[in-house]
């Protein structure tokens, strides 16, 4: 048969004379059903959390209560706190398979120091790094298909705890001047927008794989999140999920062609980001915006981002502090809201980019995006070797509507927010894989397997060098 290896989370390892993992387990019954019953506690905890961090549902539930919704912030923070010092180990993994993401955060952290308003960046700073810990740990914590199966599930529940905001909570249905729009569980439309672009390939793609009750349930979240999106009015959240949608639908439509289609959507991408300042400032672009019923200053952003411009010039190498500048009393907020360009009250740069060089200059934008880049980088060479790896195809979906809705909304570094918790967790998951060089592990039979792995694995199936990585 060959020989075996016991990693530390009790499994025993055999490898045949084909050059295939057997993986049996050396404890079963009771510690089976005593592992299964923890990974959907921690799973649910898990979606709780995200919902708790990620959204506004709190502030929409109890109106004014502030010092509510703070003591319950405080304490999933506090509780993110305490599983990162339990699994400590497991955190420290996650930033040596992502570097880049662990050096941005912390620079993030040391930007106190050069800040131009301390008190709000220290004031902010615990809430961001709570946040960012919760998707390192949920990426290093979680296989691909469990983290594809918890986000379509946790897209699913904004999609219902959505619809329940709206039909009970006036102010989920929307705020001036947008009060024929649904808002759900965010603070804005556009929010309620991006959150459906990024669950519904997620979703889609779960219902396609899963079977029983668990295939209804996806399938629901995915009629109600077509449903919040269009009565967001979000139109650049309605046009990310159509090119979302159709990636997503050749990649399915030709899974034994995986490596192929993620090369060509990747060179297909990159050249369109390369050549959208020509598009815009052609006649092509004014076709796009009346089809689509908006200005071509993109609703005023295209003055605002020429207006904050000068700003970056002024300190570009590290920026002016984490969540430092739209200070709103401030002689730089004045100016700009002031200039005759801006169409509204500002305060914050409607750009990902943008919002990153205020925030932390050149030096964290370049981290950003090479801690972006080894993402995709580690995509292509997951499908390279294993060209079956489907579950690959929603998270590299998933990673192009990222940058795409950076272009006129901000969610790189920004705290409480569940599109840069998501973003962390697929990067450092996809890291675990390529630095593990458990591509073989990943490989899986023509078509959709039946089978689906528990939610939640202990944290040194991840860590271990040997383990079954799926």
Not at 202 to 215: K, N, P, Q, S
Not at 423 to 443: K, N
Request: hydrophobic share 50%; proline share 5%.
């Amino acid at each position: 048969m060959g020989r075996a290896s016991t990693p530390p989370d009790g499994t025993v390892l055999q490898q045949t004379r084909y050059g295939k993992a057997v993986v049996s387990p050396l404890r079963q019954g009771t510690d089976d059903a005593r592992a299964a019953l923890l990974n959907r506690v921690a799973a649910t905890a898990a979606i709780c959390v995200f919902l708790l961090m990620g959204t506004d549902l709190l502030m929409i539930a109890v109106g004014e209560n502030r010092s509510l919704v703070r003591a319950v912030m405080a304490a999933c923070s506090l509780g993110i706190v305490a599983v990162a010092v339990v699994f400590r180990r497991t955190l420290v993994s996650a930033a040596r398979v992502e570097p880049f993401l662990a050096a941005l955060v912390a620079l993030v952290c040391a930007s106190v120091l050069w800040s131009v308003n301390g008190g709000n960046t220290t004031a902010r700073l615990p809430t961001f790094l709570t946040c960012t810990l919760l998707g390192m740990m949920t990426g290093r914590m979680l296989s691909l298909r469990s983290l594809v199966y918890l986000l379509a599930s946790l897209g699913t529940l904004v999609a219902l705890l959505s619809l329940a905001a709206v039909a009970v909570f006036p102010d989920a249905r929307g705020l001036p001047p947008w009060d024929n729009t649904w808002r759900g569980v965010f603070g804005h439309k556009n929010g309620l927008g991006a959150a459906c672009a990024f669950a519904l390939p997620f979703t889609i793609y779960a219902a396609v794989v899963a079977e029983g009750l668990r295939r209804r349930f996806y399938a629901l979240g995915t009629i109600g999140l077509l449903v919040l999106l269009f009565a967001s009015e979000s139109r650049t959240a309605q046009l990310i999920t159509g090119i979302a949608l159709l990636n997503l639908g050749i990649a399915m439509a030709f899974r034994q062609l995986q490596f192929s289609w993620s090369t060509i959507t990747a060179i297909v991408f990159a050249a369109t980001l390369l050549s959208m300042p020509l598009i815009i400032s052609s006649g092509l672009a004014q076709t796009l915006f009346d089809i689509m019923g908006r200005e071509p200053t993109l609703s005023g952003r295209l003055p605002l981002w020429k207006v904050v411009w000068p700003w970056i010039e002024q300190r570009p190498v590290l920026g002016y502090g984490y969540a430092a500048f739209w200070e709103p009393d401030s002689y730089r907020i004045r100016q700009i809201t002031g200039h005759p360009s801006a169409q509204w009250e500002v305060y914050y740069s409607h750009n990902g980019a943008l919002e990153t060089l205020l925030d932390v200059g050149v030096v964290g934008l370049s981290l950003l995006l090479a801690a972006y880049a080894r993402a995709f980088w580690a995509i292509l060479c997951l499908l390279r070797r294993c060209p079956y790896a489907h579950d690959l195809a929603p998270i590299m979906i998933f990673l192009i509507s990222f940058l795409l809705a950076n272009i006129t909304e901000a969610s790189a570094l920004q705290r409480e927010d569940i599109i840069w918790i998501i973003f962390v967790a697929v990067v450092v998951r996809l890291q675990t894989l390529q630095s593990a060089g458990q591509a073989d592990r990943l490989r899986l039979q023509p078509g959709y397997p039946p089978e689906r792995p528990a939610l939640l694995r202990h944290h040194a199936d991840s860590a271990h060098p040997d383990a079954n990585v799926r």
